[in-house]
């Protein structure tokens, strides 16, 4: 398994950026595809998730409304597109996969750096 992120940078407050995962050795359909990161000095937390099957997704209350988690089978790709981005947006952003039978998530990417200047 094999996760690499990309589309990371500097963007000033309010502005986008889409980060992409790309993913491979193995089958998507049976993986839950999760992006999360950290802060300088911070906990890792959960950001996004996008279900096995593509139609569920979660996102931590702190997102919900301006980042979207979407996938794209044929490129196996994950994307995440961050709007009205914040200051404390800024952070290392991981991708992230686990079986979609349940544990933890146990592979993961290097990270990219997300920064937000006010």
């Known amino acids: 398994v094999q996760l690499v992120e990309s589309g990371g940078g500097l963007v000033q407050a309010g502005g986008s950026l889409r980060l992409s995962c790309a993913y491979s050795g193995f089958t998507s359909v049976n993986y839950v595809i999760g992006w999360f990161r950290q802060a300088p000095g911070k906990e890792r937390e959960f950001v996004a998730s996008l279900s096995w099957s593509g139609s569920s997704t979660n996102y931590a209350d702190s997102v919900k409304g301006r980042f979207t988690i979407s996938r794209d089978n044929a490129d196996n790709t994950v994307y995440l597109r961050m709007n009205n981005l914040k200051p404390e947006d800024t952070a290392v952003y991981y991708c992230?996969?686990?079986?979609?039978?349940?544990?933890?998530?146990?592979?993961w990417g290097q990270g990219t750096q997300v920064t937000v200047s006010s």
């Open positions: 992230a996969a686990k079986s979609r039978l349940g544990g933890d998530y146990d592979s």
